[in-house]
């Protein structure tokens, strides 16, 4: 029986930061990337696969900024969806390609997530990640008034707007996601932590416009599942204590207790390595077996237990 496992690939999976964004880049990354992953699958691992979408909604927000006299701009939930869209297209193309390659046909879909989100999450009241372009301050202050923006300065790098990024609770989907999984199929899901909704006044799902922290959305997306392991693959090989500072010391192994002490610590920052600790306690919480941080040429060694940080229960 193969082991079930889900896949969270980082930003710099699809597109490098470095990069200028082209299609063809982003299908060359997309193509190493579906490389690897068929390697999981060689190795006896069942998988799903989610994924970060923080530069492909940045590059649709600004298309829609460029031509808003002729085109009016789509909220933030439905950019959301065209960066699913676009990113599963891709995955499942190399995917499919990659697995024809090594000799095997396996049935690869996206799903397209909406996430649910609770209305009176304290994020609403207190947006704080910044999403699209940078703006002047006078521009700032005009995208206040006439969309009812938040624009804050960010980092004295210039103004951008800032959303709310409440925790998933669920998602729409969640039964169909299961059933082809379990069933099978390699599902692509929540990509870019899935589109958030909420359930309004009437009892009706309405799209907000907010993002989703991908690592939050891939803790709840692998317990839904029954995965036993959670990959989580970034641009570094290990989580590290004092990361960035003198003394920079590289993690082989940690504990649930050692995890919540080093992260209270602040030795994982919000934003970048805090939410894929949050992620692993809160997937071994719920029952997985264990997570793995680590980059993807290191994945199959990591899974082997040879590199990569490993972080389990006891
Ligand atoms: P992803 O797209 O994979 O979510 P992020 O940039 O959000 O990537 O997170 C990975 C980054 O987290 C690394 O490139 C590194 O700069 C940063 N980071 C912050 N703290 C740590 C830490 N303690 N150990 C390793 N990397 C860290
Ligand atoms: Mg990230």
Redesign the pocket.
């Known amino acids: 029986m193969p082991r079930n496992m889900l896949v969270s ?4 999976a699809i597109l490098k930061y470095t990069e200028e964004g082209t299609a063809q880049e982003q299908f060359e990354n997309v193509e190493t990337t579906s490389r690897h992953i068929v390697e999981l699958i060689e190795e006896g691992y069942h998988v799903a696969i989610t994924h ?1 979408n ?1 530069p492909q909604v940045g590059d649709i927000l600004l298309v829609y900024e460029l031509a808003r006299k002729t085109l009016p701009p789509m909220p933030l939930d439905v950019c959301g969806a065209q960066s699913q869209g676009m990113i599963g297209y891709m995955l499942q193309l190399s995917l499919k390609n990659m697995l024809k390659a090594a000799g095997m046909a396996r049935p690869v879909v996206t799903l397209l997530t909406q996430t649910l989100v609770h209305q009176d999450d304290p994020e609403f009241k207190m947006p704080t990640k910044p999403v699209g372009p940078f703006y002047t301050a006078m521009e700032a202050s005009k995208l206040h008034e006439k969309r009812g923006w938040t624009v804050v300065n960010d980092s004295g790098r210039g103004y951008r707007r800032v959303v709310p990024s409440p925790l998933p609770v669920g998602f729409v989907e969640e039964k169909s996601i299961k059933t082809l999984f379990l069933e099978g199929t390699i599902v692509i899901a929540s990509g870019g932590g899935g589109i958030p909704v909420i359930i309004n006044e009437e009892g009706m799902l309405q799209g907000v416009e907010a993002v989703i922290d ?2 939050h959305a891939a803790a709840y997306l692998a317990s839904l599942i029954e995965a036993e392991i959670l990959l ?5 090989e ?4 004092n ?2 500072k003198p003394g920079q010391r590289d993690i082989d192994h940690i504990t649930v207790s050692e995890a919540e002490h080093y992260l209270q610590e602040g ?3 919000p ?6 600790v949050e992620s692993a306690l809160t997937f071994l919480e719920k029952g997985g077996e264990k997570v793995i941080i680590t980059s993807l040429e290191h994945a199959v060694d990591a899974l082997k237990g040879n590199a990569g940080t490993t972080i389990t229960k006891a």
């Open positions: 690939l980082g930003g710099n970060g923080g991908k690592d989580i693959l970034t641009d570094v290990k989580a590290a204590l990361y960035g030795h994982f920052p934003g970048n390595m805090g939410p894929k």
